[in-house]
């Protein structure tokens, strides 16, 4: 067989069931169709009504989305409001902190204080030897004033009686 011949056997066979089943005499389906468009074009006039009920059934809905685009939008603004609420309190927060760190820095100042004055405290140790130191000092003090006023009072008896001696 040469390459540019052409099997029309096939074509023949095709062209065969074609024509027994309708083929160029109408269109296949034995009628059908025809009455499928005759049913879809009376069904027509009720999906016209169902897609207008279906429209305005949306538009309603569009509408109730409206309103609950606003209230959110009132919401948002409510949120704003606290927002700017907390951001007074923060910053009354803020100040008190502030205040506590200085009244935390005057406690450590009086902290140092108080350990300043632990430091030249006495202990009741140190308080022993003091008393013993002072009382030390005293009978000393009280011992000399004693020998000076005997001393005194040996040389004023001295004078006395020199003086008796001399005006007798």
Do not use: C
């Not at 468009?37 to 949306?58: G, Q, S």
């Not at 959110?72 to 927060?93: Q, S």
């Amino acid at each position: 067989m040469p390459r540019n011949s052409i099997d029309f056997g096939i074509f023949q066979t095709h062209y065969e069931q074609l024509k027994k089943d309708g083929g160029s005499e109408g269109p296949p389906g034995d009628g059908q169709m025809e009455a499928r468009v005759a049913n879809l074009e009376k069904t027509i006039p009720e999906i016209r009504e169902r897609l207008a009920r279906i429209e305005t059934k949306l538009d309603g809905v569009h509408h109730k989305f409206e309103d609950v685009d606003k209230r959110f939008d009132a919401v948002d603004k409510r949120f704003e409001a606290v927002d700017k609420r907390f951001e007074g309190v923060d910053k009354r927060f803020d100040a008190v902190d502030k205040q506590f760190e200085a009244v935390d820095k005057r406690f450590d100042a009086v902290d140092k204080r108080f350990d300043t004055i632990d430091e030249r405290m006495a202990t009741k140790t140190d308080l022993e030897v003091l008393r013993g130191s002072i009382s030390t000092d005293v009978q000393k003090s009280i011992s000399d004033a004693s020998w000076r006023f005997i001393q005194i009072s040996v040389v004023l008896a001295g004078l006395a009686f020199t003086a008796a001696k001399y005006i007798s």
